[in-house]
């Protein structure tokens, strides 16, 4: 069957086509998706602003358009961090139904992590042992670790780049002193919690996923992604930590000029860099190998199974 999922995020709205049935990976048929950036379209009580809403409704309305168009049986659409902790979530959610007439669900962080854990358990398989997996997205960081299909730990942290970017780096570049206050709160945020990933062992295999860890990873000397999704990618503690130091005095501008950087995530690279060298150190990893599926294969992942169990 051909399916549409609707994600709609911090940073980027996407709906992702696919041709998909039970047994088989998830075949890509069609993407269309456009920067939103609600993470940044938030006013001082926390709410989205009637901008970021206009934006949403009209990407969504398009996005239904095109799923229609491609042939899609089904579109599952959700939201996440940046719909989830608007204060203003339950008007966003009326408004973009009205003007649409489709009900976004709201993904919870755990449901995030989970979901993403799923994916990235079907993609490397059983032979991966205990995995630890790690998402940088626009609101929030989401970690899972677990030896089963599911987690028996699923984190999401207030900590996406879109998020800190926002609300501790305004400069460009930023002042090193703001930079290193980050630093330190990123650090404990993760740190807090550290130990419930750990209790049930060390991780057999490392692995991130989503545009951030992509783009980091990529900055860090990995394959670029015209290579390939096979490809193995990974990101190098060591390199990044050489790294952050030169990020953390670019300007924007320039860091648009990295590989694998896009000009409209180019300011938020390097809170998403001293995020991902927080998660390295603190739970001693050497290096994070790159998932190409990520929170939306996990979501067809489990609407297959559900339609197996039915059928």
């Not at 399916?3 to 996407?14: A, E, K, M, W």
């Not at 059983?126 to 626009?138: E, H, K, M, P, T």
């Not at 980050?182 to 295999?205: F, K, M, N, Q």
């Not at 991130?208 to 980091?216: E, G, H, N, W």
Request: aromatic fraction near 4%; include cysteine; charge should be negative.
């Amino acid at each position: 069957m051909r399916l549409g999922v609707l994600d709609i995020g911090s940073n980027t709205g996407h709906l992702l086509v696919v041709d998909a049935h039970g047994g088989a990976a998830p075949m890509p048929a069609y993407s269309h998706k456009e920067p939103l950036r609600l993470a940044e379209h938030l006013d001082s009580k926390g709410a989205v602003t009637s901008e970021g809403v206009r934006a949403l409704t009209r990407f969504v309305s398009g996005a239904l358009t095109v799923a229609e168009d491609k042939g899609c049986e089904e579109t599952l659409a959700f939201a996440t961090s940046a719909v989830r902790d608007a204060a203003n979530s339950d008007l966003v959610l009326k408004q973009v139904l009205d003007a649409t007439g489709i009900e976004l669900g709201i993904l919870s962080g755990e449901d995030e992590a989970r979901l993403t854990f799923l994916a990235v358990r079907r993609w490397f398989g059983w032979s991966s042992g205990r995995l630890a997996v790690f998402d940088i997205g626009g609101g929030s960081l989401e970690i899972a670790a677990g030896a089963d299909e599911a987690p028996d730990v699923a984190q999401s942290l207030p900590l996406g780049a879109g998020r800190l970017t926002r609300d501790w780096l305004a400069g460009d570049p930023p002042d090193a002193e703001a930079v290193r206050r980050l630093r330190s709160r990123v650090r404990a945020e993760i740190a807090r919690d550290a130990g419930t990933v750990l209790r049930g062992g060390r991780p057999d295999h490392a692995v991130a996923t989503s545009k951030t860890f992509r783009s980091l990873a990529r900055v860090c000397g990995a394959a670029a992604s015209g290579e390939g999704m096979l490809v193995r990618r990974v990101l190098s503690a060591e390199v990044l930590a050489a790294k952050l130091p030169e990020l953390a005095t670019m300007r924007n501008v320039d860091k648009a000029d990295l590989p694998g950087v896009s000009a409209n995530r180019s300011h938020q690279i390097l809170a998403g860099a001293l995020v991902a060298d927080a998660v390295m150190d603190i739970f001693e990893i050497e290096q994070l190998e790159i998932c190409p599926w990520a929170l939306r294969e996990g979501v067809i992942l489990e609407r297959l199974d559900q339609i197996s169990v039915l059928g």
